[in-house]
């Protein structure tokens, strides 16, 4: 593929920074987002992030950024740091950015709480900050503090919505109004018309994660892909709002058991909830298939996803889509009308 848009309505600030085919984010998926994965978007043209947290021992990171970059034909890609909160003892957020910037990783996609401590780090290596926000007045607080880029995702997306599931296209429409720097929209997304009707309303592109669930390059079971193709927009719960963490994720007999420990007792607490929500539950559905228990992130777009296949075939039906959809708002060429002296 071209390192450019086939079609200039395309280009974008997120295009021309970095050299993308479509302006399209592959959000960092926990667990999922491994070289091979990510190396992948990157070859089909797109921008896509290791998720540091799925390698929490440094030399581990270390070597599949290597990987990563072995893997992806020169072309970029990025980290995602999911930061903590809010600071506990023994954290090593600032360690983990160093290792980045030491790696000689471009771009680093932010998120969990405000990056401004950790932005001297990553702006004297050079590297594009996209820092992602659940909503507009959070990507208002992040381009206050010097961020390149944010992304904003809507009550929709799968993972965190945060707390005021306002939904994309409002958010869409509230970044056009309010900010200044690029911003990409996410929650929701899995069709190449919303990429073209993200792009008319000033977006720089959208951030894509659930439609990507079932591709070949996800090193996940074959049963995971299976139950996510066979899902619909509808199977989709949201939990945790207890805790002021809501998460989305694949309706299953965890949500349905964590919805009645929130509605007995509001005030539950994360001990109590626990034994239902760890990570390491919904890891173990990654590895064999299992669905049933554990909180394993997906969106609304899951109606969006439906079938198993590469992810350059998956980048591709997108491009098309876009491509359709621009024809869409385009005049057809005017009949030409006959010469007046025409002679039959």
Excluded at 18 to 47: E, K, Q, T
Excluded at 130 to 156: F, N, T
Excluded at 280 to 287: K, L, M, N, S
Aim: contains cysteine; charged residues 20%; hydrophobic residues 45%.
């Amino acid at each position: 593929m071209s390192p450019r848009p086939a079609d200039p309505a395309l280009e974008t600030a997120l295009t021309r920074t970095f050299g993308l085919r479509l302006p399209v984010i592959a959000g960092g998926l926990m667990w999922l987002s491994d070289a091979r994965y990510v190396a992948a978007g990157a070859r089909a043209g797109i921008l896509s992030f290791l998720t540091a947290a799925s390698f929490p021992d440094p030399d581990d990171l270390r070597r599949e950024i290597a990987r990563c970059r072995d893997m992806a034909a020169g072309r970029p890609f990025g980290v995602n740091v999911s930061m903590l909160p809010k600071l506990v003892p023994g954290e090593r957020t600032a360690d983990v950015f160093r290792l980045i910037a030491d790696a000689g990783v471009r771009v680093v996609e932010t998120s969990g709480r405000n990056p401004e401590p950790y932005l001297p780090i990553l702006k004297d290596a050079g590297i594009t900050v996209i820092h992602k926000v659940p909503g507009v007045r959070y990507a208002l607080k992040a381009q206050s503090v010097g961020v390149d880029m944010v992304s904003i995702v809507g009550a929709e997306c799968g993972g965190h919505p945060g707390m005021d599931l306002v939904g994309s296209m409002v958010n869409l429409a509230l970044a056009e109004r309010r900010l200044a720097i690029p911003f990409l929209i996410g929650g929701g997304i899995g069709a190449g018309s919303q990429i073209v009707a993200a792009l008319a309303a000033g977006a720089a592109g959208v951030v894509i994660g659930t439609r990507f669930l079932a591709a070949d390059e996800i090193g996940a079971h074959p049963d995971y892909k299976s139950a996510m193709v066979a899902a619909t927009e509808r199977d989709t719960a949201l939990s945790m709002a207890s805790l002021r963490n809501t998460i989305r994720t694949l309706r299953n007999e965890t949500t349905e058991i964590v919805a009645q420990l929130e509605a007995g007792d509001p005030d539950i607490g994360i001990e109590a909830l626990m034994p239902y929500v760890a990570g390491a539950i919904g890891r173990r559905a990654y590895e064999t298939g299992d669905v049933s228990r554990g909180m394993l992130s997906a969106g609304q777009s899951l109606g969006l996803l439906d079938r198993a296949e590469p992810l350059a075939a998956t980048i591709a039906t997108l491009e098309a889509e876009a491509a359709a959809a621009l024809a869409r708002l385009r005049p057809a060429p005017a009949a030409r009308k006959p010469r007046e002296d025409a002679h039959p």
